[in-house]
T-cell receptor, first 109, second 113 residues
């Protein structure tokens, strides 16, 4: 069974702080990693994809990948109340995408 | 942008009814997926298809079937709906080239009474 694990939260951070979300995966052969954001009652939307070790930055978001340790993280700088959502980590395994259970983030004004 | 359209946002059905959930994508993608999402369980893959008339079982195919007669359309069928199939159903599409990402439809919330 291919597994992707995340802390379910809720993770609460004050507005303007850095939110750090973590994800571990079990399949060492995984090559593609994704972070999706899901607002309550809505479908997931892609925030970041990362394919090689290191950091990838896009605006306030930074994805970090460490294949040796089998973890992926997402940093959100200058967190805003509008960032309050559930963040899903996804790993491509063959032709499938395996999702973690999600971490609920709450950004407090 | 890829558009994935799920025909029904909310459905209420009775136990034993046959249910069709339709999904259409407009980007000529090869791969299409059906997930269900339940609180505390995350997204679980029901079936996926990598070509017309091709299908593969996911993690929880029991009680479901799928149909892909045309490349753009992937249907999920509940032959005899049961109350434990009350859930949010999410369709997704993905191309074999380019960004290699999943794009989701808006979701179909099914309630089985």
């Amino acid at each position: 069974q291919k597994e992707v694990e995340q802390n379910s939260g809720p993770l609460s951070v004050p507005e303007g702080a850095i939110a750090s979300l973590n994800c571990t995966y079990s399949d060492r052969g995984s090559q593609s990693f994704f972070w999706y954001r899901q607002y309550s009652g809505k479908s997931p939307e892609l925030i970041m994809s990362i394919y090689s070790n290191g950091d990838k930055e896009d605006g306030r978001f930074t994805a970090q990948l460490n294949k040796a340790s089998q973890y992926v993280s997402l940093l959100i700088r200058d967190s805003q109340p509008s960032d309050s959502a559930t963040y899903l980590c996804a790993v491509r395994v063959g032709q499938n995408f395996v999702f973690g259970p999600g971490t609920r983030l709450s950004v407090l004004p | 942008d890829v558009k994935v359209t799920q025909s029904s946002r909310y459905l209420v059905k009775r136990t034993g009814e046959k249910v069709f959930l339709e999904c259409v994508q407009d980007m000529d993608h090869e791969n299409m997926f059906w997930y269900r999402q339940d609180p505390g369980l995350g997204l679980r893959l029901i079936y996926f298809s990598y070509d017309v008339k091709m299908k593969e079982k996911g993690d929880i195919p029991e009680g479901y079937s799928v149909s892909r007669e045309k490349k753009e359309r992937f249907s999920l069928i509940l032959e005899s709906a049961s109350t434990n199939q009350t859930s949010m159903y999410l369709c997704a599409s993905q191309g074999d080239s380019g960004a290699n990402v999943l794009t989701f439809g808006a979701g179909s919330r099914l309630t089985v009474l």
